[in-house]
C-alpha cells in the first residue's frame, strides 16, 4: 500500500523540538504457558521491592511504562479488583515528578477465567480499563495491550503461550481481538480521562531472504504493519490483508469497525532489539547448526540479519524508525531498549539507539523518547519464558541479591537522562554487532590485545586465569594487556609503576598468584610474597593512579567446619600457609584500597588447558585406570573458569568493591565430582573407588545473591566445549 507522504527530502530537526527523553520500563509479562503461569514481576523479585521505585526514579527517566496488569488486579474475577500492590507504587511514582504509562495486558491473554479465544475479551478488557481509569484518573497516557502482533504470533501461530494455536486464522482472529479490545479500553479510558492518549508498541523488524525466498519476507514484512494498520483504519480495500483477513475469519464488520480511525495511536513504540531482523536462507548447507523452518513450499534457515554481510547495513534502530515514520507519520517513541548480552554490549547497544534516535530526529522524524527497558532485569527470555531454566538478564540494576544493584547500564542511562552524553573506556569500541566477527564465516577471528581505545591491564599472562581473560575481553571486545613476569613483577613495586605508567590502563586485574596449594608449607615466604605482598602493592598502585583493581582470593580462607556454605561476612579461619596468604592479602588490600574487588573463589575447572581436576580425572578414565586416590568427601564449589572471568568482569564494570564470592551455584564432594563427570563422559563411576565421611565444607555462597549458573549446567558446558576434551577423543 502507498506509504503516508512525507516532506521532499530530508526536513531539518523540528523547531522546538525538546530535548530526547528517557524513559523506562519494567519487564512485566504475564503469560500461560500449558498450566504454567509465568509472571515476571514476581520472578525478578520486583513484586516484593517497593523501594524499586526510589531506585529507578533516581536514573532521571521523565516516563515509566508501568504495569497495572489486569491479571494482577482481576484475578479472581472481573468483580473483584484488588489494587493494593499498585496504589502506593504509583503514588510514588507521582511524587517523583515521573509520568506513568498504564499497561494493562503485557503479552498474556488476560486473567484466568477469559482467554484470547472469548469473543467478550475486549468488552472485559474495557470494562477493566475503565475501573482503572476511575483509580486514576491521572494517567494520560495508555498502552492497553502491549506488542499486540507478536503476542498474536507467539500464542497462535508458533504456539508458545496461551491459547498455543498454530495457524494463521488464529493469529489473525487473535490480532483482531486484541485491537479490538485496545478500541474498547480507549472508549472507556477517554469517557472518564478525554485527553487520555494512545501508545501502541510493537515489534517492527524487517526480513531479508534470498531471491528464492523474496516472496517469504515480502509476505512478513507485510504483516509487521497489521496491527497499526487495523487500529489506524487501513485494512480496506487494497490492503495486502483484507481479503486474506476475512478469509480466515475475520468478517467485513469487525474490519470496517476500525475504518473511522478513532484508534489511530498518538504515539508509536518501535520496539527494536538485535535479534529482531531475520534472514531467511534457503542454502541450508551454509547453516549446519539451525534447525530448519518449513513453509510448505521451500524449508530454510531463520538466522539474524546482522550476521549475514549482504543486509547488514540495512539493519538496525534508525532504519527502523525511518520506516515506521514515513508509513505513518505519527510520533514515535522507541519503546524498549535492552540486550540481553555482557554489561559492555548492552550500554553500547543503549549508546547506539541513542545516537541513532538522535539521527533520525535532526532529519525531522518526531521521535520523543528512549525507553530502557528491563529495569530490573528478565528471566527465560531467551527461551520465550518455554522453559524454567532460571537465566536471568541484569538490566539497568541487578535484582539478584536482596536489594536493587545498580549496574553500568544504569549509569549510563543517568548520563544520559541528565545531558545526553556518555563516557566509559569499554564505550571506545563497537558493539558486536558492528564488529567483522559478526558475520557467520569469521567468528572464530584469533584473539590479540589490539583493539583500540583504553585497556584492561591484566597481570598473570602464563597462568589459567589470566589467559581466560585476554580471551574473554577479546570476546567481548574490550582492550587488554596482559603482561609476562617479566613486563610487570607484582612483588616489584618499581616493576609495577612503571607497567602502569606505560600502559595507561582504566583498571588492573591480577590473575597472578602463588596456585600449587600444596607447595605452599614448603615455600611460604614465595607463597607471601607473591599472594600477599604483590597483591597489596597493585592496590596502592591502583589507588594512586585513581584506577579500579580487582585480585583473587580463595575458599581456603574458611576451614571448612561452619557446617553451611560460607558467605562473605563470615569469620576467616584460613587453614595452611596458602590460606593465610590469602586472608592476609585481603586485608591488606582493602587497607590499602578500600575501593578494590576482592573476588573469593574456588577451585576451578575450564575449557581451553589441561591445568585442572576435571581434565587430569578425565584423562585417567580414558586410559582405563582404576582411581583410588580421589577419596576425599571434603565439600567444595568448582568454578567454570568462563563464568567466573565474566562475572567478574561483568562486577568490575559495575563499579562494585569489597568481597565478593563468586562460585557456581552447587556444592560436591571431590569424590561426587569424580564420579559426576565419569558419568559424562560415558565411563563406569564404579571405577572410582567409595569414599569416606566429609570432614570439611568450604563451599562458597554469597550474601550479594549468586551471580553463577548451576554447576551441573557449567559441568555440561565444560564437557560440551573442551578443547582439551576433545583432542583426548
Same mark, same amino acid.
Given at each position: 500500500?502507498?506509504?503516508?507522504?512525507?516532506?521532499?527530502?530530508?526536513?531539518?530537526?523540528?523547531?522546538?523540538?525538546?530535548?530526547?527523553?528517557?524513559?523506562?520500563?519494567?519487564?512485566?509479562?504475564?503469560?500461560?504457558?500449558?498450566?504454567?503461569?509465568?509472571?515476571?514481576?514476581?520472578?525478578?523479585?520486583?513484586?516484593?521491592?517497593?523501594?524499586?521505585?526510589?531506585?529507578?526514579?533516581?536514573?532521571?527517566?521523565?516516563?515509566?511504562?508501568?504495569?497495572?496488569?489486569?491479571?494482577?488486579?482481576?484475578?479472581?474475577?472481573?468483580?473483584?479488583?484488588?489494587?493494593?500492590?499498585?496504589?502506593?507504587?504509583?503514588?510514588?511514582?507521582?511524587?517523583?515528578?515521573?509520568?506513568?504509562?498504564?499497561?494493562?495486558?503485557?503479552?498474556?491473554?488476560?486473567?484466568?477465567?477469559?482467554?484470547l479465544d472469548d469473543p467478550a475479551w475486549p468488552t472485559q478488557l474495557a470494562t477493566y480499563a475503565a475501573a482503572v481509569a476511575q483509580r486514576y484518573p491521572w494517567i494520560d497516557l495508555?498502552?492497553?495491550?502491549?506488542?499486540?502482533?507478536?503476542?498474536?504470533?507467539?500464542?497462535?501461530?508458533?504456539?508458545?503461550?496461551?491459547?498455543?494455536?498454530?495457524?494463521?486464522?488464529?493469529?489473525?482472529?487473535?490480532?483482531?481481538?486484541?485491537?479490538?479490545?485496545?478500541?474498547?479500553?480507549?472508549?472507556?479510558?477517554?469517557?472518564?480521562?478525554?485527553?487520555?492518549?494512545?501508545?501502541?508498541?510493537?515489534?517492527?523488524?524487517?526480513?531479508?531472504?534470498?531471491?528464492?525466498?523474496?516472496?517469504?519476507?515480502?509476505?512478513?514484512?507485510?504483516?509487521?504493519?497489521?496491527?497499526?494498520?487495523?487500529?489506524?483504519?487501513?485494512?480496506?480495500?487494497?490492503?495486502?490483508?483484507?481479503?486474506?483477513?476475512?478469509?480466515?475469519?475475520?468478517?467485513?464488520?469487525?474490519?470496517?469497525?476500525?475504518?473511522?480511525?478513532?484508534?489511530?495511536?498518538?504515539?508509536?513504540?518501535?520496539?527494536?532489539?538485535?535479534?529482531?531482523?531475520?534472514?531467511?536462507?534457503?542454502?541450508?548447507?551454509?547453516?549446519?547448526?539451525?534447525?530448519?523452518?518449513?513453509?510448505?513450499?521451500?524449508?530454510?534457515?531463520?538466522?539474524?540479519?546482522?550476521?549475514?554481510?549482504?543486509?547488514?547495513?540495512?539493519?538496525?534502530?534508525?532504519?527502523?524508525?525511518?520506516?515506521?515514520?514515513?508509513?505513518?507519520?505519527?510520533?514515535?517513541?522507541?519503546?524498549?531498549?535492552?540486550?540481553?548480552?555482557?554489561?559492555?554490549?548492552?550500554?553500547?547497544?543503549?549508546?547506539?539507539?541513542?545516537?541513532?534516535?538522535?539521527?533520525?530526529?535532526?532529519?525531522?522524524?518526531?521521535?520523543?523518547?528512549?525507553?530502557?527497558?528491563?529495569?530490573?532485569?528478565?528471566?527465560?527470555?531467551?527461551?520465550?519464558?518455554?522453559?524454567?531454566?532460571?537465566?536471568?538478564?541484569?538490566?539497568?540494576?541487578?535484582?539478584?541479591?536482596?536489594?536493587?544493584?545498580?549496574?553500568?547500564?544504569?549509569?549510563?542511562?543517568?548520563?544520559?537522562?541528565?545531558?545526553?552524553?556518555?563516557?566509559?573506556?569499554?564505550?571506545?569500541?563497537?558493539?558486536?554487532?558492528?564488529?567483522?566477527?559478526?558475520?557467520?564465516?569469521?567468528?572464530?577471528?584469533?584473539?590479540?590485545?589490539?583493539?583500540?581505545?583504553?585497556?584492561?591491564?591484566?597481570?598473570?599472562?602464563?597462568?589459567?586465569?589470566?589467559?581466560?581473560?585476554?580471551?574473554?575481553?577479546?570476546?567481548?571486545?574490550?582492550?587488554?594487556?596482559?603482561?609476562?613476569?617479566?613486563?610487570?613483577?607484582?612483588?616489584?613495586?618499581?616493576?609495577?609503576?612503571?607497567?602502569?605508567?606505560?600502559?595507561?590502563?582504566?583498571?588492573?586485574?591480577?590473575?597472578?598468584?602463588?596456585?600449587?596449594?600444596?607447595?605452599?608449607?614448603?615455600?611460604?615466604?614465595?607463597?607471601?610474597?607473591?599472594?600477599?605482598?604483590?597483591?597489596?602493592?597493585?592496590?596502592?598502585?591502583?589507588?594512586?593512579?585513581?584506577?579500579?583493581?580487582?585480585?583473587?582470593?580463595?575458599?581456603?580462607?574458611?576451614?571448612?567446619?561452619?557446617?553451611?556454605?560460607?558467605?562473605?561476612?563470615?569469620?576467616?579461619?584460613?587453614?595452611?600457609?596458602?590460606?593465610?596468604?590469602?586472608?592476609?592479602?585481603?586485608?591488606?588490600?582493602?587497607?590499602?584500597?578500600?575501593?578494590?574487588?576482592? +573476588? =573469593?573463589?574456588?577451585?576451578?575447572? @575450564?575449557?581451553?588447558?589441561? $591445568?585442572?581436576? *576435571?581434565?587430569? %580425572?578425565? /584423562? !585417567?578414565?580414558?586410559?582405563?585406570?582404576?582411581?583410588?586416590?580421589?577419596?576425599?568427601?571434603?565439600?567444595?564449589?568448582?568454578?567454570?573458569?568462563?563464568?567466573?572471568?565474566?562475572?567478574?568482569?561483568?562486577?568490575?564494570?559495575?563499579?562494585?568493591?569489597? +568481597? =565478593?564470592?563468586?562460585?557456581?551455584? @552447587?556444592?560436591?564432594?571431590? $569424590?561426587?565430582? *569424580?564420579?559426576? %563427570?565419569? /558419568? !559424562?563422559?560415558?565411563?563406569?563411576?564404579?571405577?572410582?573407588?567409595?569414599?569416606?565421611?566429609?570432614?570439611?565444607?568450604?563451599?562458597?555462597?554469597?550474601?550479594?545473591?549468586?551471580?553463577?549458573?548451576?554447576?551441573?549446567?557449567?559441568?555440561?558446558?565444560? +564437557?560440551?566445549?573442551?578443547?582439551?576434551?576433545?583432542?583426548?577423543?
Amino acid at each position: 500500500m502507498t506509504p503516508s507522504p512525507r516532506a521532499e527530502g530530508r526536513r531539518p530537526a523540528l523547531l522546538g523540538m525538546p530535548p530526547l527523553e528517557l524513559w523506562g520500563g519494567i519487564e512485566c509479562t504475564v503469560v500461560r504457558v500449558g498450566n504454567d503461569w509465568r509472571d515476571q514481576l514476581a520472578e525478578t523479585g520486583h513484586w516484593d521491592r517497593p523501594g524499586d521505585i526510589d531506585a529507578i526514579a533516581a536514573l532521571g527517566i521523565k516516563a515509566i511504562r508501568f504495569p497495572i496488569l489486569w491479571e494482577h488486579v482481576a484475578r479472581e474475577g472481573p468483580e473483584t479488583l484488588d489494587f493494593s500492590w499498585h496504589d502506593p507504587r504509583l503514588e510514588r511514582l507521582r511524587a517523583h515528578g515521573i509520568r506513568v504509562i498504564a499497561g494493562l495486558v503485557h503479552h498474556g491473554s488476560g486473567p484466568a477465567w477469559t482467554s484470547l479465544d472469548d469473543p467478550a475479551w475486549p468488552t472485559q478488557l474495557a470494562t477493566y480499563a475503565a475501573a482503572v481509569a476511575q483509580r486514576y484518573p491521572w494517567i494520560d497516557l495508555w498502552t492497553p495491550v502491549n506488542e499486540p502482533l507478536t503476542t498474536a504470533r507467539f500464542s497462535c501461530l508458533y504456539g508458545h503461550w496461551h491459547p498455543h494455536r498454530r495457524r494463521m486464522s488464529a493469529t489473525l482472529k487473535a490480532l483482531t481481538t486484541q485491537c479490538e479490545g485496545i478500541a474498547a479500553a480507549m472508549r472507556a479510558v477517554r469517557a472518564i480521562s478525554p485527553a487520555a492518549q494512545l501508545l501502541v508498541t510493537e515489534d517492527f523488524g524487517r526480513v531479508f531472504s534470498t531471491p528464492a525466498l523474496a516472496y517469504q519476507a515480502d509476505h512478513e514484512n507485510e504483516r509487521r504493519w497489521l496491527s497499526i494498520d487495523l487500529l489506524a483504519g487501513r485494512i480496506r480495500d487494497g490492503h495486502p490483508f483484507f481479503d486474506w483477513m476475512q478469509r480466515d475469519g475475520v468478517s467485513l464488520e469487525r474490519l470496517t469497525a476500525f475504518h473511522d480511525g478513532a484508534t489511530t495511536p498518538d504515539l508509536i513504540g518501535v520496539d527494536h532489539y538485535l535479534t529482531s531482523e531475520r534472514f531467511l536462507d534457503d542454502r541450508l548447507d551454509r547453516h549446519p547448526d539451525v534447525a530448519p523452518g518449513d513453509n510448505g513450499r521451500h524449508r530454510y534457515a531463520d538466522i539474524e540479519a546482522v550476521r549475514m554481510p549482504d543486509v547488514a547495513a540495512q539493519v538496525g534502530t534508525a532504519e527502523r524508525l525511518r520506516e515506521v515514520w514515513d508509513r505513518y507519520n505519527i510520533p514515535l517513541i522507541v519503546g524498549e531498549v535492552h540486550h540481553g548480552c555482557t554489561r559492555e554490549e548492552q550500554a553500547r547497544w543503549l549508546l547506539d539507539v541513542w545516537r541513532d534516535a538522535e539521527t533520525v530526529r535532526a532529519e525531522g522524524v518526531d521521535l520523543r523518547a528512549v525507553t530502557l527497558w528491563a529495569l530490573v532485569g528478565a528471566v527465560d527470555w531467551r527461551s520465550l519464558l518455554i522453559r524454567r531454566d532460571g537465566h536471568y538478564e541484569a538490566g539497568a540494576f541487578d535484582a539478584r541479591g536482596p536489594t536493587l544493584r545498580r549496574t553500568l547500564v544504569g549509569d549510563l542511562a543517568e548520563k544520559l537522562a541528565r545531558d545526553g552524553t556518555a563516557d566509559h573506556p569499554v564505550l571506545d569500541q563497537p558493539g558486536w554487532w558492528h564488529r567483522p566477527g559478526r558475520f557467520y564465516a569469521t567468528r572464530d577471528a584469533p584473539a590479540d590485545d589490539r583493539l583500540p581505545g583504553r585497556k584492561l591491564l591484566i597481570t598473570g599472562a602464563t597462568g589459567t586465569l589470566g589467559q581466560a581473560f585476554a580471551r574473554i575481553c577479546h570476546h567481548r571486545g574490550l582492550a587488554w594487556r596482559l603482561t609476562t613476569r617479566a613486563e610487570l613483577d607484582i612483588t616489584d613495586r618499581a616493576s609495577i609503576a612503571a607497567a602502569i605508567e606505560r600502559e595507561r590502563p582504566w583498571a588492573v586485574i591480577n590473575a597472578a598468584g602463588f596456585v600449587r596449594t600444596w607447595e605452599a608449607e614448603e615455600r611460604p615466604d614465595e607463597c607471601f610474597a607473591i599472594n600477599t605482598r604483590g597483591a597489596e602493592q597493585i592496590a596502592r598502585a591502583c589507588r594512586m593512579a585513581g584506577i579500579p583493581y580487582v585480585t583473587f582470593s580463595s575458599d581456603l580462607v574458611f576451614d571448612g567446619q561452619l557446617g553451611r556454605p560460607y558467605l562473605e561476612a563470615d569469620q576467616l579461619s584460613p587453614q595452611g600457609a596458602y590460606g593465610h596468604s590469602k586472608a592476609e592479602a585481603e586485608a591488606r588490600v582493602l587497607a590499602a584500597n578500600a575501593d578494590s574487588l576482592v +573476588i =573469593r573463589t574456588s577451585t576451578f575447572f @575450564g575449557p581451553w588447558d589441561r $591445568h585442572n581436576f *576435571a581434565y587430569g %580425572l578425565i /584423562e !585417567r578414565l580414558k586410559r582405563g585406570e582404576h582411581i583410588d586416590d580421589v577419596g576425599d568427601q571434603a565439600i567444595v564449589s568448582p568454578t567454570y573458569v568462563p563464568d567466573l572471568v565474566h562475572a567478574t568482569l561483568d562486577l568490575l564494570l559495575d563499579h562494585e568493591t569489597g +568481597i =565478593r564470592h563468586l562460585a557456581n551455584a @552447587g556444592e560436591v564432594s571431590w $569424590h561426587d565430582l *569424580a564420579r559426576s %563427570l565419569a /558419568e !559424562r563422559t560415558g565411563h563406569d563411576p564404579r571405577r572410582i573407588s567409595a569414599a569416606p565421611v566429609a570432614a570439611s565444607n568450604t563451599s562458597l555462597s554469597s550474601g550479594h545473591g549468586l551471580a553463577l549458573r548451576p554447576l551441573e549446567i557449567a559441568l555440561d558446558d565444560f +564437557i560440551a566445549h573442551s578443547r582439551p576434551l576433545a583432542e583426548l577423543a
